[in-house]
């Protein structure tokens, strides 16, 4: 008889001893965790090609690590993740991308969304950890307009988290610094995954992976990249890019032999240490039940 455990039924707790994932909870063990704590996080990644180094998950893989971590300290709940995502169009075509339709998209979170809200969870908060941050804000727009859903939400990125850090140039610890700015599967993502997912990575392949060379239609001085980090004019879905499949056909954008699993500690421990301060406040500020009214009332609208 086989004693084998698929990773979907490895009870994941948190340090209260609770269950943190919502999909292995019994529906008696969410009522009490509402009474508990209404807070739910969805954290929205991507199945996306990351180059020679990464594993196509990258993206899930470090918005569920992130999330875990601030649910084991908290006592939030985790949904089970979004694994697929919306991209960009330089995105299509690379081998292991699995780009979603982003009215699709939309209305499936939009879906997950109104039923999170009607189980009793009222602090919503899609966490995302892929380019499709252009997408997600919609979902809250429809779904507080167009179905009725009473709770708050709210959208945000990890990499919003440690803008200030993540700046090429800048010391993340002494003898420890970035040289290269946050693009795609790069210096910055690679060391990232390296944290988190280090048992996934091909570290042979590091240097391999590295982009032939650097190419934009725009300079940098104008236009992000990815992740809209540096606040410049051109949001990176603002404009558009080269097809990576095209000039990027290894699926790094920059350098992952620059990377290392020290700069993505620095990186990944500062933005959950930032996001558990917050979540702590939301806690204090709106305990379970309490919601602000952030939606409107019949005949608000007098077309």
């Not at 280090?198 to 240097?207: H, N, S, T």
């Not at 391999?208 to 239609?217: N, Q, R």
């Amino acid at each position: 008889m086989s004693n084998y455990q698929s990773r979907f039924s490895i009870p994941i707790l948190n340090k209260f001893g609770e269950k943190m994932y919502l999909d292995q909870m019994t529906v008696e063990e969410i009522k009490e965790r509402i009474k508990k704590c209404d807070i739910i996080f969805v954290p929205c990644g991507s199945v996306e090609n990351h180059g020679l180094a990464a594993p196509v998950g990258e993206d899930t893989l470090i918005g569920t690590y992130i999330v875990e971590r601030i649910a084991y300290e908290t006592g939030v709940t985790v949904a089970p993740p979004i694994f697929y995502g919306s991209h960009p169009s330089h995105h299509y075509g690379m081998p292991g991308t699995i780009p979603v339709k982003k009215e699709a998209y939309i209305d499936y979170i939009v879906s997950v969304v109104k039923w999170l809200s009607h189980t009793g969870f009222k602090k919503i908060i899609l966490f995302n950890s892929h380019g499709q941050e252009y997408v997600l804000p919609i979902v809250k727009d429809k779904a507080i307009i167009e179905e009725g859903v009473h709770a708050l939400i709210m959208v945000t990125s990890w990499w919003a988290w440690v803008r200030d850090v993540i700046v090429a140039g800048r010391e993340l610890k002494p003898g420890v610094k970035l040289e290269t700015p946050f693009v795609h599967a790069d210096e910055l993502e690679t060391s990232v995954t390296w944290y988190v997912a280090e048992k996934l990575m091909r570290l042979d392949r590091l240097k391999d992976a590295d982009a032939e060379k650097m190419v934009g239609l725009i300079p940098d001085k104008w236009v992000d990249k990815a992740g809209n980090v540096y606040g410049r004019p051109f949001s990176w879905f603002d404009v558009s890019h080269y097809m990576e499949i095209h000039h990027y056909p290894k699926g790094s954008v920059g350098y992952p032999s620059k990377a290392s699993k020290e700069k993505g500690e620095v990186i990944v421990e500062e933005a959950i240490k930032r996001i558990i301060e917050f979540v702590e406040w939301l806690k204090k500020e709106y305990p379970p039940g309490k919601v602000p009214k952030v939606w409107p009332e019949p005949g608000d609208f007098k077309f």
